[in-house]
């Protein structure tokens, strides 16, 4: 067996936590910090049961009175300042099922009446006796449970019941509870061992997952008496959570320090005898240390305050690393690039959405996917028309549907959130919601909509349409009822950290926004331009009819006069949003959608000719059908026209002194045909636009890669091809052959569980499959044209996870959809890292 090693000794000598136990390095760490701690000394990890030896025992305690400078009464030495012994216990891993501490050891009946006499109170030191003395007759006096039970319910008051408790010891053991210290040390240490090694120690290990033969390390340290006024013990922890903001803050307890885990409210910290200013110097000392929020407990003997332990407080949540990061960065306590790793990217989300503030009493009405984060509560709404109306008397709605369609985008913008039964997390829905920056539950399964009912059913609760709900976005949770919310709080020093973010990040970002008013969210947010405009989202809503208008044509006639309202339309949109998009770059997409989203949702057609013309579009397969380049290969004026509707948008804010980087771009080629094909229909409409109006509009064209061939064929596509954007949904879709719509619905739930995989490839990108295609795909590419520019546009542009696998393959940029910009940013700073 080792010898006790003194708190603040063991470094010096080498010894780390798998012979002192975390609290000895953690006491160690705080005596090279030069903070006060309690007199204490570590038994090392194996030793403890040495503690039983008597010998052992008293050599321990004489060190112990050495380092107090006190000694434990009737002691001769230093009698007007006696100590008792305190002994508690840890693990060479941090455990949260230790045994309990034991406190006051070394009283008995010849020291209490003098002891009480100097503290001034009797109370709290009996509760402590009593406590101790259950502890150690059941673990090592071998006393009966049920006695003891009895035992505490005839004696409610400690000053009756321990006299009762000796008595019983006495009589089970056959000798008197020994008076003298170091045997009550020994017992305290066979006691402390026994729980460790009872089964129920076991059982808490297990649940652990700790090996079951782990072993500890005793503490013991002393307990030294004061008078009731000049003495106790407190916690205090750093920084207000709420705010974030340096302001320490906890409870004191005058008195003895009492086993009891809930010794109640205590007095505010300004009631320390001795005042607080040395607490400050701790904290100011042990947050750059702990680069964590800290959380202490410590003792004042007459007015003298020493630290019982400190540590990092655990989850102190997105504000306060925050500020704390940044605080400690611009005390160059820190660098910069530390402040930055200091804050996880899905931790910082939470910051930007508004949240749910839960009381624990909520009716949880369904789960669903966390499709689009953020919290909101409205009324519920179970068609477009009603949220419109809703929306439009100025009331929160919550829009519930089975899925959604493009036809649905006004009431999906009109409401504070959106749920959705069925679809996944690419549905249409979901896509929209965090573009939109509503929050979103897509796939809420259990849920049952009835549309003749008005009502929606799930968990055995039934509301109705104009009930209020609750949506989580960031959990999937939707609750019934009101839940009160906080809003989102992106604070200045967020601002300040994310600034240190760029300079440190490789990866651009960008963003993935189709108006004006996305556009300007993001660029306030950060990006640098925006990624990917799908055109075919101007489309939708109010304009919904134009494009219907093309796919229905029935005479060339019809198809002209219908490409020119197009046209128009289009032209103005772009108009809006280039005057947004400023001098930064914009990759404008040509159209790309099934056509089926375009048709009328109620199948209600002009004619039976027109009626034809729409079946006659009927694909089994619509997300491999006629879709992107391959409907602008079949449809050939539509691309153009397209373009010319960007270039005159261009012309007119470039007039007014704007000059938006233009990159024009083609989706889902899977030929280098239909891309250069495209290409010659984007020039022949720059062309046209120059001879309108002598203004040769700068613009770069490129293709998306989304189907798997275009991943290999990428060095062909860049001899045309001036930029890639990788549209990793796609390329998830196609190269797993999952419907990206359908797939969290009917099989993601069941290959989660069964461990076929780990999260869900649409939402973290697949490194072995999509990456090894990316990553193939980016190389070829270089290899035939050395300046191509490289971006992902699918929604793993904004996933952290994704980020660090993107930036590792040396990509530009990624482009996220706005709300998502922040972490992009902060996690592609992570990737550098
Ligand atoms: C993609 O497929 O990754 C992409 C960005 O295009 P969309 O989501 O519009 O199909
Ligand atoms: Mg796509």
Redesign the pocket.
């Known amino acids: 067996t080792r010898a006790a090693v003194p708190y603040g000794q063991g470094r010096g000598r080498g010894l780390g936590a798998d012979v002192l136990g975390v609290h000895g390095v953690e006491m160690d760490n705080l005596v090279a910090l030069g903070l006060p701690v309690v007199p204490g000394l570590t038994v090392p990890i194996g030793s403890g049961s040495g503690l039983e030896n008597r010998e052992t025992a008293n050599t321990a305690i004489d060190l112990l009175e050495k380092l107090a400078v006190r000694g434990i009464w009737p002691a001769t030495r230093t009698e007007r300042r006696p100590m008792l012994m305190h002994l508690r216990c840890s693990a060479p891993v941090p455990v949260s099922a230790l045994p309990p501490a034991i406190s006051v050891i070394g009283l008995s009946n010849r020291n209490i009446d003098a002891l009480v006499e100097v503290i001034g109170r009797d109370r709290d030191i009996y509760d402590s006796w009593a406590a101790n003395l259950r502890f150690v007759a059941e673990g090592a006096l071998g006393v009966d449970v049920d006695d003891l039970d009895d035992l505490d319910d005839d004696h409610p008051d400690s000053r009756a019941r321990v006299p009762a408790l000796l008595d019983l010891i006495e009589e089970t053991t056959g000798a008197p509870y020994p008076a003298d210290p170091a045997e009550q040390l020994g017992l305290a240490a066979k006691a402390m061992l026994a729980r460790w090694a009872s089964p129920r120690g076991q059982r808490a290990r297990k649940a652990l997952s700790l090996p079951d033969d782990l072993g500890i390390a005793l503490h013991v340290r002393a307990l030294r008496l004061g008078s009731w006024n000049e003495s106790g013990y407190g916690s205090a922890i750093s920084r207000d959570l709420e705010t974030g903001k340096y302001a320490p803050h906890g409870v004191f307890h005058l008195g003895v320090r009492r086993t009891d885990p809930n010794p109640g409210p205590g007095e505010p910290l300004g009631q320390v005898p001795g005042g607080v200013t040395i607490l400050d110097q701790i904290f100011a000392t042990l947050e750059p240390h702990l680069r964590g929020v800290a959380e202490v407990e410590f003792e004042v003997r007459d007015r003298q305050l020493a630290l019982l332990s400190a540590g990092a407080l655990e989850h102190p949540g997105p504000r306060a690393v925050t500020h704390l990061a940044v605080d400690l960065a611009n005390d160059h306590s820190i660098e910069r690039s530390e402040a930055v790793r200091m804050l996880e990217p899905d931790l910082m989300q939470d910051l930007l959405h508004a949240q749910l503030k839960l009381s624990g009493n909520e009716e949880l009405l369904a789960q669903g996917l966390p499709a689009s984060p953020g919290a909101a509560i409205g009324e519920i709404a179970l068609s477009s028309e009603r949220a419109l109306q809703v929306a439009g008397q100025g009331k929160d709605v919550v829009l519930v549907a089975s899925e959604t369609s493009p036809a649905d985008v006004p009431a999906l913008l009109a409401a504070t959130a959106v749920v959705t039964s069925n679809g996944g997390l690419?549905s249409h829905a979901a896509?929209v919601a965090r573009g939109a920056g509503r929050p979103a539950v897509c796939g809420a399964t259990s849920l049952r909509i009835d549309l003749t009912a008005r009502t929606v059913t799930a968990n055995g609760v039934t509301m109705s349409e104009g009930d209020v709900v609750s949506v989580n976005g960031r959990t999937g949770d939707i609750y019934a009822g009101a839940v009160m919310i906080r809003p989102a709080e992106p604070s200045p020093e967020l601002e300040v950290l994310l600034g240190w973010a760029d300079e440190i990040r490789e990866l651009g970002i960008r963003t993935?926004a189709d108006n004006a008013e996305d556009a300007a969210t993001a660029f306030r947010l950060g990006a640098e331009g925006i990624g990917?405009c799908?055109t075919?989202h101007q489309f939708m809503g109010d304009q919904l009819p134009l494009v219907q208008r093309l796919v229905l044509a029935e005479s060339e006639a019809e198809e002209i006069e219908a490409i020119a309202a197009l046209t128009t339309a289009q032209q103005s949109d772009f108009t809006d949003l280039l005057r947004v998009v400023g001098n930064r770059p914009i990759t404008v997409?040509l159209l790309?959608?099934p056509l089926h989203e375009f048709l009328p949702a109620d199948g209600q057609y002009r004619d039976a000719a027109q009626a034809e013309r729409a079946a006659a579009t009927h694909e089994s397969n619509p997300m491999l059908g006629l879709r992107g380049v391959r409907f602008a290969m079949v449809q050939q004026r539509l691309y153009p026209a397209q373009a010319e509707a960007l270039f005159r948008a261009w012309v007119t804010v470039n007039a007014e002194g704007l000059s938006p980087v233009l990159e024009v771009m083609i989706?889902?080629v899977s030929l280098p045909g239909e891309l250069s094909k495209a290409i010659t229909q984007v020039d022949s409409a720059a062309a046209a636009v120059a001879t309108d109006t002598g203004v040769k509009v700068p613009y770069l064209v490129g293709s998306?890669v989304?189907t798997p061939r275009a991943a290999l064929l990428a060095a062909s596509l860049t001899a045309d091809a001036e930029f890639l954007?990788?549209?990793?949904?796609?390329?998830?879709?196609l190269t797993y052959g999952f419907s990206?719509d359908d797939v969290e619905k009917t099989m993601l739930a069941h290959y989660l569980d069964h461990g076929l995989l780990t999260d869900s490839p649409f939402a973290v990108l697949d490194r072995d499959g999509v990456g090894a295609l990316v990553t193939m795909a980016a190389e070829r590419a270089r290899g035939s044209r050395p300046t191509v520019k490289l971006g992902?546009?699918?929604?793993?542009g904004g996933d952290p996870e994704s980020i660090s696998f993107l930036n590792s393959i040396g990509l530009d940029y990624v482009s996220c959809s706005p709300r998502r910009v922040p972490v992009a940013r902060l996690a592609a700073a992570h990737a550098t890292l």
């Open positions: 690419a896509v993935n990917l799908r075919e997409r790309d959608a989706p889902l998306m989304e954007s990788f549209g990793t949904n796609d390329l998830t879709q990206r992902v546009c699918g929604e793993h």
